[in-house]
């Protein structure tokens, strides 16, 4: 939903300026950043590259529904800074589309995935899509621990619990 996009994403903003701000007690500069949402559990282990680019932003190519995924992605410095305040580009957006009169009647979104691609193609940084389909695979967890069912059906698992899942 609407909100559940935007709680998500004022978290993910306040999570990351909360780590900049500390980041000088740290010895190590971060050249990489990992996003991943809260209610997703990887399937596989991820190798993580470390020669991403400063503007450089990797994605699934899963469920994009002809934007880019929203649920996992390993960004550089300056991207990193654009991924984690794409909530204020949603905003934009979103009221930008209320004032156009041509969009009357119309929902104010089409879905968080096309927002995303919108987003970080206007700041001009280099998206790359993941050609594997089950590159980065995750599930995402319900409230109640179960686990989605067309995840289940996209990658193929049989109707599993977490715990199942976890002990294959």
Not at 81 to 88: E, G, H, L, S
């Amino acid at each position: 939903t609407l909100q559940n996009v935007f709680r998500q994403g004022n978290s993910l903003r306040e999570a990351f300026f909360t780590l900049q701000k500390h980041k000088n007690n740290w010895n190590d500069s971060h050249h990489v950043y990992i996003f991943a949402r809260p209610d997703t559990f990887l399937i596989d282990p991820v190798d993580i590259p470390s020669n991403i680019g400063n503007t450089d932003v990797i994605v699934p190519s899963w469920h994009s529904w002809d934007g880019y995924n929203d649920r996992f992605a390993v960004a550089g410095p300056d991207a990193a800074k654009i991924f984690a305040t794409k909530v204020d580009g949603y905003k934009e957006a979103i009221l930008a589309r209320r004032r156009w009169r041509i969009f009357e009647g119309l929902p104010p979104f089409r879905n968080s995935e096309t927002l995303l691609k919108n987003w970080l193609l206007e700041n001009k940084l280099n998206v790359i899509e993941l050609e594997d389909d089950w590159a980065w695979a995750l599930l995402r967890i319900r409230a109640d621990g179960r686990i989605e069912p067309k995840d289940l059906d996209e990658f193929e698992i049989e109707n599993a619990s977490l715990v199942e899942v976890l002990a294959s």
